[in-house]
T-cell receptor, first 113, second 112 residues
Framework: DAKTTQPTSMDCAEGRAANLPCNHS???????VYWYRQIHSQGPQYIIH???NNETNEMASLIITEDRKSSTLILPHATLRDTAVYYC??????????????FGKGTTLSVSS | GAGVSQSPSNKVTEKGKDVELRCDPI?????LYWYRQSLGQGLEFLIY????????KSGLPSDRFSAERTGGSVSTLTIQRTQQEDSAVYLC??????????FGPGTRLTVL
């Protein structure tokens, strides 16, 4: 699977948009971009995924650059409860044997009032 | 519907004992993962099952660790001769096709 690079930590004011970047310059054409987060003392939670088009759901928006070498997860109105470690992962989605989902160190987002 | 369930939620054992951790994935999910997370650390991949394919065991830290998935559903992670460094939260997750992983609540293992 392609390797991803994320900033170690970011701060955001409550109510403002949180924009979390991820670099995946070696992504292959059939690899999707997935985002997860882990709130302290809880299990990881799926947020969103996409291939090349921008995606939006009730939790967040995912913006993928045209060359697919980077993406940004956007939390439009961050709340204190969004404080968590955010993981960006790229992988082939068809669950072929051997394509395990490997989590990196992620970005620790701290939302403050 | 029901999510991923794991049992027990907490397990305290003595060094050298064997333990079995159970995961019930979401019905119909073909992929099942085991991860562990030590205190203050990131997620460590252990093993991955996909349908009838041979499991990806590349993350198992030693031969004391093994896992089975019977009938493509329930999975058991077995740790033999437990050591103190095995203490962690063991997380199971399942998914179907290209959907995101759904994680269970985890089993907190403490080896004394």
């Amino acid at each position: 699977d392609a390797k991803t690079t994320q900033p170690t930590s970011m701060d955001c004011a409550e109510g403002r948009a949180a924009n979390l970047p991820c670099n995946h310059s070696t992504i292959s054409g059939n690899e999707y971009v997935y985002w997860y987060r882990q709130i302290h003392s809880q299990g990881p939670q799926y947020i969103i995924h996409g291939l090349k088009n921008n995606e939006t759901n009730e939790m967040a928006s995912l913006i993928i650059t045209e060359d697919r070498k980077s993406s940004t997860l956007i939390l439009p109105h961050a709340t204190l409860r969004d404080t968590a470690v955010y993981y960006c992962i790229v992988r082939v989605p068809r669950n072929q044997a051997g394509t395990a989902l490997i989590f990196g160190k992620g970005t620790t987002l701290s939302v403050s009032s | 519907g029901a999510g991923v369930s794991q049992s027990p939620s907490n397990k305290v054992t003595e060094k050298g004992k064997d333990v079995e951790l159970r995961c019930d994935p979401i019905s119909g999910h073909t992929a099942l993962y085991w991860y562990r997370q030590s205190l203050g650390q990131g997620l460590e991949f252990l093993i991955y099952f996909q349908g009838n394919s041979a499991p990806d065991k590349s993350g198992l830290p030693s031969d004391r660790f093994s896992a089975e998935r019977t009938g493509g559903s329930v999975s058991t992670l077995t740790i033999q001769r437990t050591q103190q460094e095995d203490s962690a939260v063991y997380l199971c997750a399942s998914s179907h096709n290209n959907a995101g992983l759904k994680f269970g609540p985890g089993t907190r293992l403490t080896v004394l």
